[in-house]
């Protein structure tokens, strides 16, 4: 290595040490530390007591806790309501937004707006929007006649909360027009052409080549359905009957509130493990509808 190349090498490790700094005490060494935890019984109410360890306890606590298989429930019927609404509706939304009509920039600025709220805003906007008198929902129902409903009730809650979670999917949108954009206009008039109509050119040429795109909304739809937690928190707190009680919320409530920082850990990496093994089906299922160029 010459004089030259040891001073490159320096100065980019210089510019690189605060990131490898960063991800060493932000990331790397929290997600080793909650690792050994798992393991561990460490209650946060006695900082004096180091953790002790008891092996697979943890893990098999879990078998016998009601509130893990009451929150794992809940999150897997919340991501059969919302994951399949969410990417359905934002293939539909880019394919609508994707078509030559005036207002096309008003129309995309309008969808992706709500996208930019905060978490927390959004929570309360639609808590007013769900409540039982003054909601805007209950309100139109009143003027057709039907009555009201109440949304945030034992068996509304969860679809509700469903419901709701098609208000962000503005980023999702913006990733399929970009899809949409890189389709081959060649491709498109050759099916025309062949005397394929709109619907049939959908089915076979624009979902074959956007089916890249659609996987990777699929794998991010896994990951975040499966890490819900700021706005049933502020809008339900789990009620009601633990309803929409969501695993992060039983994980998050275990270590800051009853500070069972060991039995946390443990839920978290069971909560990874779950995460990997859907996204392994997904990987497994896309090669059979993925079609790469």
């Given at each position: ?136 929902f209950n309100h139109l129902l009143r003027a057709v006649g039907i009555g009201e409903v109440n949304w945030l009730g034992d068996r509304a809650a969860l679809p509700s909360l469903a ?131």
């Amino acid at each position: 290595m010459t004089r030259q190349e040891r001073r490159n090498l320096r100065s980019a490790l210089a510019f690189l040490a605060p990131w490898l700094i960063g991800f060493a005490v932000f990331m790397a060494l929290p997600i080793a530390l909650s690792f050994y935890y798992s393991f561990c019984d460490y209650a946060l109410t006695a900082p004096s007591r180091p953790p002790v360890w008891i092996g697979l306890a943890n893990y098999q606590q879990m078998l016998h806790d009601e509130l893990f298989w009451q929150s794992l429930r809940v999150t897997l019927a919340y991501a059969a309501m919302a994951l399949p609404a969410g990417m359905l509706l934002s293939l539909g939304l880019a394919l609508m937004l994707n078509a030559n009509i005036r207002g096309q920039a008003v129309y995309r600025t309008i969808i992706f707006l709500p996208s930019l709220i905060p978490a927390a805003a959004s929570a309360m906007i639609w808590l007013w929007m769900f409540n039982s008198r003054l909601g805007v929902f209950n309100h139109l129902l009143r003027a057709v006649g039907i009555g009201e409903v109440n949304w945030l009730g034992d068996r509304a809650a969860l679809p509700s909360l469903a419901l709701m979670s098609v208000w962000g999917v503005g980023n999702t949108v913006v990733i399929y027009l970009a899809g949409l954009q890189d389709i081959p206009r060649d491709l498109l008039e050759a099916a025309e052409l062949d005397g394929a109509d709109r619907f049939a050119r959908l089915i076979h040429v624009t979902i074959p080549v956007l089916s890249p795109v659609i996987f990777f909304n699929l794998v991010m739809a896994i990951i975040g359905t499966f890490s819900v937690l700021t706005v049933p928190y502020i809008m339900t707190h789990g009620g009601p009957n633990n309803a929409t009680y969501f695993y992060t919320m039983y994980s998050y409530d275990t270590a800051f509130h009853f500070l069972h920082m060991g039995y946390a850990s443990a839920l978290a990496w069971v909560q990874l493990a779950i995460v990997l093994a859907l996204t392994a089906v997904a990987f497994w299922s896309a090669r059979k509808w993925v079609h790469y160029a």
